[in-house]
C-alpha cells in the first residue's frame, strides 16, 4: 500500500479542478494503473508558483508530509507539461521519495 501526495501548479490549481489527476487515480489508470486498491492519496498540494524559493518550499512541504506517512509523490501532469522547475523537483525530491512524473495522459 503507497501512501500518495500529488503536487500540482499553483498557477494551474487557480483554473483546474484536479478532475483529471483524481479521475486517474480512481481508476488507475496512467501513473497509477501499479497502485493496489488498499493506496491513497492523502495530501494534495500545490507549489508556491513560480517563484525563486520554489525549491525549497516544495521541500519543506514534502518534509511536513513525510511525517503523515508519504512515501510517493507524484508532480502533477500540469507541471510536467509547464514548470521550469520540473527535473529540479524530481532531482531534489528522488532523495526521499520514489517520485512519478506526472498523473494523467494527455
Not at 26 to 42: G, L, P, T
Not at 74 to 98: G, P, R, V
Request: proline share 0%.
Amino acid at each position: 500500500m503507497s501512501k500518495i501526495d500529488i503536487i500540482n501548479c499553483y498557477n494551474e490549481s487557480k483554473e483546474c479542478t484536479s478532475f483529471g489527476c483524481f479521475k486517474a487515480f480512481n481508476e488507475r489508470v496512467a501513473a497509477f494503473e501499479n497502485y493496489d486498491k488498499d493506496s491513497e492519496i492523502i495530501c494534495f498540494v500545490h507549489c508556491n508558483g513560480c517563484s525563486q524559493d520554489s525549491i525549497d518550499q516544495v521541500l519543506d512541504r514534502a518534509n511536513r508530509m513525510k511525517t503523515k506517512g508519504v512515501d510517493t509523490i507524484h508532480l502533477a501532469t500540469c507541471i510536467k507539461l509547464k514548470c521550469s522547475f520540473y527535473n529540479q523537483f524530481i532531482d531534489s525530491l528522488n532523495k526521499e521519495f520514489n517520485i512519478i512524473g506526472y498523473t494523467y495522459d494527455i
